[in-house]
């Protein structure tokens, strides 16, 4: 009988030859995750074999570089011999698992406001009139203020106001701060005279037709201070942005979106000065992006004619504005710079998004998608882009899913079903109980629905299998995650077969997307060297699951990168950096938009993707790979 | 006996040897006006001697050519034979008598708005977009605009709002009003995107301490559509400057006054609105001037440092603002042009108002004066420009004199008091009953009860004479001008000593201003080629009279320029054209303030010059002349 001992409880037993280290692990009163139930799929029962001799009947999902290191499937290994085996903590083994943010916007490492900030604030020191030098207040800031490169100075009436009180109280050495326009060089506008130095904070507004994120962030070292995301206000008026549209065009319609999604970031604001005692008087600058439709309906713009053809949005180059003729309660002369969009579906929030992921700045040949209620891709380098909107619908970002929600605490936003007993094992945001599923979750869920055959690959659910988890609901058949004892509100988290169809579109819409968008340029997906993911899903996704629903391409997993919120990152870098504003400007300026509506291959594609993972599983081998194991084992 | 014959009448009388044509006029049953009581000294017994025998007792106020051409005074000239004598119609006389203003705010003979006026008008033709131009709005018609030589365009957020709408309902043709800055070629605000070609009008509006007047112009033609003038509403906090910015530093003092002054503004907006049938919604343009005091207090900013020394305003040069930022009820997008100043007590209504008088733009030496509260003073030419404030007080604007008022409808423009019976003969403006007595009513009035002995060389009035017009009133001594029966108000309208101390101390400010003035340039008073006065004296005002009370200096009558309210003129002036603005901005800087309070000899000058009309009669030889005549007759 071969002879095991784990580590690091050094424990050692005998067991019978032809045991896996499952049967292994359990007879040693040891405990490995294994949520699929042995069978191979979920990666979580990974151990280390430090030593001796085992055989392993699945390499699933283990690169060749794994296994020589001595990592194995638990479930899937069996012991022919003596060995040492080392069991790594759980949560290492789930990051390994899942497809971490490889970028959050943080402090850049070099982030220095004197070279990279267009608000800056300094101490002047101003002679003292006399009457020989009797020049007006006025006179005497914008002669000094030379020094610091404003050849002509723009002041807001309230500051011209209150100058007389600034110089005086300061005995002439008076705080300024200044926004710089740096597209003309030598003019600044006066923002503020504080009576001492003052923080300088920013907000950077990410408005999805979902959900609304926002950075409150310290423009002196460039860390985010605060964050919040809350679903969009404007989702009572309609979920996709045509019915926002067309609610904007009924009387007050456009006022009544302004005002809500307005509700939204004054609810945003309350979140971030709360948690960080900030006041919204120090929020100097604000930065905002979204899509084309977003904008308008955030700055009270008409949007009937971005929906109707040639699809022209009133501008996709906003000026800036001041805070208080924005209605926006941070300080009033905050400037406000509503990011730059290339056409009336591929907007700021695209043009923020592309900077954030750093696709516009690299040589490699890279897809980005945002997993929006819109599905917006781009593909492209350093050189050329070009992008479309594939309208997945809000599903990804748990809308229009019955028990969906925001990636937020109490987010179920991975889930196993056991192989036999059908059994769900989730884990939630924030440790608590669930009270929804979040994207990721969303995907994990489907994809083990898939390979259980809870579902087949129309998207059914069976009714076969010996387990109330599958019923007949409120809402038609259903799949109950969580049963109300175990959630936070009380009643069972299920999904539909409606959301199903919701869910199976979404990503149907998306893979239609990169292949057409990839066809567009002569091209085929295998020629793609990174797909990057930016998208509200939380800190993670599993790209294992996403590639099961067909919802991504089957290519090498280490192509693949997931990084957030994208245009939050790169509306929060604008805020911090001028360059990283430019560089979002020429960005929109280079995009080319395809219309998707204009071509038919669209529809085609996307019909063939309504089936898990799709119709043609040829194009899907890792998948037909669990699927063959499935059946094996 | 010689025979006379009268014309146009035709009426021929022969009167005894030694008549003068005075008594032939009567005679003859006909009337020429003779308010002095035939003492030779109101002129306006003028007649022209076509021809005949007579001989001149006097030529008061006649030149030599006018004798030569054959005019003489009814009164003063004896028929030594026979003669045809034409009578003059009576207004021809009044006017001749009395400084007609030469020079009225009327369109310049060259006016053409499309080099001129800062705001224009137009149609722009933009191509409609397509799917394959579908470049946003903003971008469309800012494409058209580099045509119409704008490559930066500013658009307030309510016309981005609206541009949409505006576009597409015009058909791509829409009208647009745009705000060129002619400092910074290229740049232009939109200001408005009229649903037609709307007529273009602009408000210049002129703050003084006492009177606030407003000229509605067309900015099409040039050409003043409505007039109105009105008390400053402020003069219930006080009525000099020292005593507004007292209060302003009280407690909402500030605000109360900003408000009291626009409140008046409105009143002349609803005035010259009322008159025209314009909208305020057609008031694109407002150009405003003030001293900076009045600038301080309509802009809200806080004034106490300009009494304080070293005298600091918080800006002589004010940036632009729109209309609604000022709480201005016209077109809220309108932009406001405050006129620049010189300094704390040199402000725009003086660099308007020496623009308005040509001073800065001929070869003449001239001494202008504004007599307003301030009585501020220039001299110079088109070379070099010296200036300062003799705080005349707002006497001459009728304020601070029991029954003073403005030169409205209703005001005694004119007095002549009856040599021996001391009754009074006075004209009103609007031929009405009269409610009170204006500047030059005033100046007219206290050189008749001078020259008739009402009241002494130090203004005390003289109870010796057998009238009741002088009494013993409510608020001490005092010479009623009209009993309650002639009047509007249905009470005496009368001058009281106080009235008369006031006025004597304002021409006495004035006249030692002057000559403070002109000596501080190593100057005397008669190498002045011109005296340019600007004042809201009404339409006339008799420079005769104010030479008699020594308010002006005794030089030749042909030297004064009455010309009305300068500084609204040169608001006006700056209103229409690019290029008076730019000179009176040019003027604000060429301009050198000498401070009065300074300088020992100007109460010098001061205290001798509070006399009637001074203390040194030798400086004033033609009223000596009036005083001898007196004597002799």
Same mark, same amino acid.
């Given at each position: 009988?071969?002879?095991?001992?784990?580590?690091?409880?050094?424990?050692?037993?005998?067991?019978?030859?032809?045991?896996?280290?499952?049967?292994?692990?359990?007879?040693?009163?040891? =405990?490995?995750?294994?949520?699929?139930?042995?069978?191979?799929?979920?990666?979580?029962?990974?151990?280390?074999?430090?030593?001796?001799?085992?055989?392993?009947?699945?390499?699933?999902?283990?690169?060749?570089?794994?296994?020589?290191?001595?990592?194995?499937?638990?479930?899937?290994?069996?012991?022919?011999?003596?060995?040492?085996?080392?069991?790594?903590?759980?949560? =290492?083994?789930?990051?390994?698992?899942?497809?971490?943010?490889?970028?959050?916007?943080?402090?850049?490492?070099?982030?220095?406001?004197?070279?990279?900030?267009?608000?800056?604030?300094?101490?002047?020191?101003?002679?003292?009139?006399?009457?020989?030098?009797?020049?007006?207040? /006025?006179?005497?800031?914008?002669?000094?203020?030379?020094?610091?490169?404003?050849?002509?100075?723009?002041?807001?009436?309230?500051?011209?106001?209150? /100058?007389?009180?600034?110089?005086?109280?300061?005995?002439?050495?008076?705080?300024?701060?200044?926004?710089?326009?740096?597209?003309?060089?030598?003019?600044?506008?006066?923002?503020?005279?504080?009576?001492?130095?003052?923080?300088?904070?920013?907000?950077?507004?990410?408005?999805?037709?979902?959900?609304?994120?926002?950075?409150?962030?310290?423009?002196?070292?460039?860390?985010?201070?605060?964050?919040?995301?809350?679903?969009?206000?404007?989702?009572?008026?309609?979920?996709?942005?045509?019915?926002?549209?067309?609610?904007?065009?009924?009387?007050?319609?456009? =006022?009544?979106?302004?005002?809500?999604?307005?509700?939204?970031?004054?609810?945003?604001?309350?979140?971030?000065?709360?948690?960080?005692?900030?006041?919204?008087?120090?929020?100097?600058?604000?930065?905002?992006?979204?899509?084309?439709?977003?904008?308008?309906?955030?700055?009270?713009?008409?949007?009937?004619?971005?929906? /109707?053809?040639?699809?022209?949005?009133?501008?996709?180059?906003?000026?800036? +504005?001041?805070?208080?003729?924005?209605?926006?309660?941070?300080?009033?002369? #905050?400037?406000?710079?509503?990011?730059?969009?290339?056409?009336? +579906?591929?907007?700021?929030?695209?043009?923020?998004?592309?900077?954030?992921?750093?696709?516009?700045?690299?040589?490699?040949?890279?897809?980005?998608?945002?997993?929006?209620?819109?599905?917006?891709?781009?593909?492209?380098?350093?050189?050329?882009?070009?992008?479309?909107?594939?309208?997945?619908?809000?599903?990804?970002?748990?809308?229009?899913?019955?028990?969906?929600?925001?990636?937020?605490?109490?987010?179920?936003?991975?889930?196993?079903?056991?192989?036999?007993?059908?059994?769900?094992?989730?884990?939630?945001?924030?440790?608590?109980?669930?009270?929804?599923?979040?994207?990721?979750?969303?995907?994990?869920?489907?994809?083990?629905?898939?390979?259980?055959?809870?579902?087949?690959?129309?998207?059914?659910?069976?009714?076969?299998?010996?387990?109330?988890?599958?019923?007949?609901?409120?809402?038609?058949?259903?799949?109950?995650?969580?049963?109300?004892?175990?959630?936070?509100?009380?009643?069972?988290?299920?999904?539909?077969?409606?959301?199903?169809?919701?869910?199976?579109?979404?990503?149907?819409?998306?893979?239609?997307?990169?292949?057409?968008?990839? #066809?567009?340029?002569? /091209?085929?997906?295998?020629?793609?060297?990174?797909?990057?993911?930016?998208?509200?899903?939380?800190?993670?996704?599993?790209? =294992?699951?996403?590639?099961?629903?067909?919802?991504?391409?089957?290519?090498?997993?280490?192509?693949?990168?997931?990084?957030?919120?994208?245009?939050?990152?790169?509306?929060?870098?604008?805020?911090?950096?001028?360059?990283?504003?430019?560089?979002?400007?020429?960005?929109?300026?280079?995009?080319? +938009?395809?219309?998707?509506? #204009?071509?038919?291959?669209? +529809?085609?594609?996307?019909?063939?993707?309504?089936?898990?993972?799709?119709?043609?599983?040829?194009?899907?081998?890792?998948?037909?790979?669990?699927?063959?194991?499935?059946?094996?084992?």
């Amino acid at each position: 009988m071969p002879r095991v001992t784990f580590f690091p409880e050094n424990i050692t037993i005998a067991v019978e030859e032809g045991s896996t280290i499952s049967d292994a692990v359990a007879a040693a009163g040891l =405990e490995v995750s294994q949520p699929c139930g042995e069978q191979g799929r979920c990666g979580r029962c990974l151990v280390l074999v430090r030593a001796g001799s085992v055989r392993r009947r699945s390499t699933f999902r283990l690169s060749e570089r794994d296994v020589n290191a001595g990592y194995a499937l638990a479930c899937q290994t069996v012991l022919t011999g003596d060995a040492v085996i080392e069991i790594p903590p759980q949560g =290492e083994i789930a990051r390994r698992l899942v497809s971490e943010k490889t970028y959050t916007a943080e402090i850049p490492l070099d982030y220095d406001p004197a070279w990279m900030q267009n608000l800056k604030q300094f101490q002047l020191s101003i002679p003292p009139p006399t009457l020989d030098d009797n020049r007006d207040d /006025l006179s005497r800031l914008e002669t000094c203020l030379r020094e610091h490169d404003v050849t002509e100075l723009t002041i807001p009436l309230p500051l011209l106001r209150s /100058l007389n009180k600034r110089l005086r109280e300061s005995n002439w050495n008076p705080w300024l701060v200044l926004y710089y326009d740096r597209t003309h060089p030598g003019e600044a506008v006066l923002i503020d005279t504080p009576v001492e130095r003052q923080k300088l904070c920013g907000l950077a507004i990410d408005i999805g037709t979902t959900t609304v994120s926002a950075n409150l962030m310290d423009l002196d070292n460039g860390t985010i201070i605060a964050n919040a995301a809350e679903y969009n206000g404007q989702i009572a008026r309609g979920e996709d942005i045509i019915s926002r549209i067309i609610f904007a065009s009924k009387f007050d319609g456009l =006022e009544d979106l302004s005002t809500r999604v307005r509700q939204t970031i004054k609810s945003l604001l309350d979140q971030v000065i709360k948690s960080s005692g900030i006041s919204p008087d120090q929020i100097y600058r604000v930065t905002i992006a979204g899509n084309p439709t977003m904008m308008h309906l955030f700055l009270q713009l008409p949007p009937e004619s971005i929906r /109707l053809e040639p699809y022209i949005p009133t501008t996709n180059h906003t000026p800036l +504005y001041f805070a208080h003729e924005l209605d926006l309660p941070v300080y009033p002369l #905050a400037v406000v710079d509503s990011l730059p969009g290339t056409a009336s +579906y591929v907007g700021a929030d695209i043009c923020a998004g592309v900077h954030g992921s750093g696709l516009n700045t690299s040589d490699s040949l890279s897809l980005f998608i945002d997993v929006g209620t819109n599905g917006e891709i781009v593909l492209g380098n350093q050189d050329w882009l070009v992008t479309c909107a594939c309208s997945a619908g809000p599903a990804f970002e748990g809308a229009g899913v019955v028990h969906g929600m925001r990636a937020a605490r109490g987010a179920i936003e991975e889930v196993y079903i056991h192989g036999e007993t059908l059994e769900p094992t989730y884990r939630v945001i924030g440790d608590s109980k669930p009270s929804g599923i979040c994207g990721s979750g969303l995907i994990s869920l489907l994809a083990e629905m898939f390979a259980t055959g809870v579902v087949d690959r129309s998207g059914t659910i069976s009714f076969d299998a010996n387990t109330d988890r599958t019923r007949e609901g409120m809402h038609g058949p259903e799949y109950v995650v969580a049963y109300a004892k175990e959630t936070e509100t009380g009643r069972d988290i299920s999904i539909t077969k409606v959301d199903i169809d919701n869910l199976i579109r979404a990503k149907a819409a998306i893979y239609a997307g990169f292949n057409v968008l990839v #066809a567009s340029v002569g /091209l085929e997906l295998k020629d793609i060297e990174r797909i990057l993911i930016g998208g509200a899903f939380g800190n993670y996704i599993n790209i =294992e699951k996403a590639i099961q629903i067909g919802m991504m391409p089957d290519i090498p997993r280490k192509q693949f990168h997931f990084l957030g919120n994208t245009s939050l990152l790169g509306t929060s870098l604008a805020l911090l950096s001028h360059q990283d504003r430019e560089d979002i400007s020429r960005t929109a300026h280079q995009m080319t +938009y395809i219309e998707l509506s #204009a071509d038919n291959t669209f +529809y085609e594609q996307f019909t063939a993707a309504c089936f898990l993972p799709h119709t043609n599983m040829q194009i899907f081998p890792s998948v037909m790979e669990i699927w063959n194991q499935e059946i094996t084992t």
